[in-house]
């Protein structure tokens, strides 16, 4: 029988049927899309963050998710994601139109650029995208 290359971290990024079809055994978290979803953040938004993590995980790009179904123990105002890919960094925080930076991100944001980093806000997966492989279509 063949090992399992997943990791529960990659099967808790599929959806439900992919997780049994590909990885029957490995138990991924049981949260579920709609249990106990997190103070301020919309399923919408949930959504679009999932698309871009599995994204960037078909890329085989580097990144750092906070999980959503509890409070993050991140530095406050810290973006929903870091990406490394082909050697830079992106802060891509996901806000849904119309949304604006709470105080703690907008300080986490000047801090970042203050030390030469770039912040980016993502309004859809697929902006994330855009924002990390400018060709992605």
């Given at each position: ?20 079809r ?114 992605c279509?």
């Amino acid at each position: 029988m063949k090992k399992s290359m997943l990791t529960p971290e990659m099967v808790h990024l599929m959806s439900p049927e992919d997780q049994i079809r590909y990885a029957p055994g490995i138990h991924a978290s049981t949260y579920a899309e709609d249990e106990n979803p997190p103070i301020k953040t919309s399923t919408l938004e949930r959504v679009e963050q999932k698309d871009f993590a599995n994204w960037c995980l078909s890329h085989g790009y580097t990144y750092v998710w906070h999980a959503m179904h509890k409070k993050s123990t991140a530095t406050k105002g810290t973006p929903d994601f870091a990406v490394l890919a082909k050697g830079v960094w992106y802060w891509i925080e996901f806000k849904l139109p119309g949304e604006d930076l709470s105080k703690d991100q907008k300080e986490w944001r000047a801090s970042c650029e203050q030390n030469g980093g770039t912040y980016y806000i993502a309004y859809s997966s697929h902006e994330g995208m855009r924002i990390v492989d400018p060709d992605c279509r």
